[in-house]
């Protein structure tokens, strides 16, 4: 099955989903907002898809580098593709990034799922069809009623449970956010959040993510005493010897690396350093399903879980195919939205979770995501 062509189709769709000026998504007015939909069709017609922001794939990269490497290849020989993709990134001038990568190996997944007529977690190894599912929350606001005191985590907490979360994350506040970033306030949302569920919610924070040392330790500590899961991301994630410190200055789990580049490279790094407790990769920011997947099968050499970042279809093909991943990443979610309600270009949510907080895998071809694909053709802009 040889790579014909690797196409990009730009389309608009309305959101709610604004940005700050940390890249920090917040509910907002409907606006229209624009995606990418990367298409690998095969000689045979078998097309893979994945969606991405239109500047990780745009016409350069896709020219310069996507249709180089793939183009003529047979479609199964992923790794192959992927090493060629992963050792032009040092000399593409930081223009190939990792997340270009993860877009293009996840519509090459795609296809060889959708060629096989198997999910691509099943093809991976089906360790299992349903996760239990977190309901992670957006960074804190300024909005009344939204995520902007203490207070209002704690309701919203309340809300999640009801929905049939077992576990719950706060991205707590963060700048541009007038008081943030401020520890104490970090620990008074946890405290309201604890107070509110009780003792058998799993808690974990994800709070401002360049605090010192002393300020992390001080909140871990506190977190400590209101027995949360696991402390995230409360540095930046390029100092491991920080995440080492506080590693062992602290009893409560440290998780990471999120954001850090370097892919599964660095990922052993943070495990030989005892940076960290519980590894975390997604399939957006490593490179893809494959590098999350190594990362993952690194963790259970160690005795560790690899939580995966970030919700969607990638993530749970690398979930649906291990064992060492305890939780499902479902958010961001927000008061003011509604996650159950597909994105206007999708006809179903590709993660629908029951009462009990239980997420069922998709049972389709490749990613199995329910593309709308008369409305991406109907609201085309290049
Ligand atoms: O706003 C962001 O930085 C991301 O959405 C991030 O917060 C979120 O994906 C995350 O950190 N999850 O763990
Ligand atoms: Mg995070």
């Not at 790579?3 to 007015?29: C, K, L, M």
């Not at 052993?268 to 975390?280: M, T």
């Not at 969607?312 to 309600?341: M, Q, T």
Request: charged share 20%; aromatic share 10%.
């Amino acid at each position: 099955m040889k790579i014909e062509s690797v196409n990009v189709t730009v389309f608009q769709y309305p959101t709610r989903r604004v940005s700050d000026t940390a890249g920090h998504s917040h509910p907002g007015p409907e606006s229209m907002a624009k995606m990418a939909m990367l298409t690998i069709t095969a000689d045979d017609g078998t097309k893979g898809y994945s969606f991405a922001p239109p500047e990780v794939v745009r016409p350069f990269v896709v020219n310069t580098f996507f249709r180089k490497v793939l183009v003529g290849q047979d479609a199964f020989n992923r790794e192959r593709i992927w090493q060629d993709l992963a050792h032009w990134q040092r000399g593409s001038a930081h223009q190939l990034t990792e997340r270009a990568l993860s877009f293009v190996e996840q519509a090459l997944w795609d296809l060889i799922g959708r060629k096989l007529n198997m999910p691509v977690w099943k093809l991976l190894g089906g360790f299992r069809d349903k996760v239990p599912a977190y309901g992670s929350t957006m960074c804190g606001d300024d909005l009344p009623g939204g995520l902007s005191t203490p207070d209002e985590y704690a309701s919203f907490a309340e809300k999640l449970v009801a929905r049939g979360y077992k576990a719950i994350k706060l991205h707590t506040w963060m700048p541009p956010v007038s008081f943030a970033p401020n520890p104490k306030m970090d620990v008074k949302a946890c405290a309201a959040v604890r107070e509110a569920v009780g003792p058998d919610i799993d808690l974990m924070i994800d709070g401002y993510h360049w605090y010192s040392r002393t300020e992390a330790l001080y909140i871990g500590k506190e977190l400590e005493k209101l027995d949360f899961a696991w402390f995230e991301e409360p540095m930046e994630e390029e100092s491991m010897s920080s995440y080492a410190w506080l590693a062992e200055n602290l009893s409560i789990p440290i998780i990471g690396p999120e954001s850090l580049g370097g892919k599964h490279h660095s990922r052993a790094d943070w495990v030989k350093a005892g940076a960290c407790d519980i590894l975390r990769a997604g399939a957006n920011g490593v490179g893809g399903i494959s590098p999350t997947l190594k990362v993952a099968n690194l963790a259970e050499s160690f005795g560790m879980d690899c939580e995966v970042h970030g919700n969607g279809a990638a993530s749970l093909a690398v979930i649906g195919a291990i064992k060492n991943c305890r939780w499902y990443e479902r958010g961001l979610l927000h008061p003011f939205l509604d996650y159950d309600v597909p994105a206007a270009y999708l006809n179903s949510i590709v993660d629908p979770m029951d009462e009990n907080g239980i997420v069922s895998l998709p049972t389709g071809p490749g990613l199995g995501e329910d593309i709308n694909f008369a409305y991406i053709e109907n609201n085309t802009v290049s």
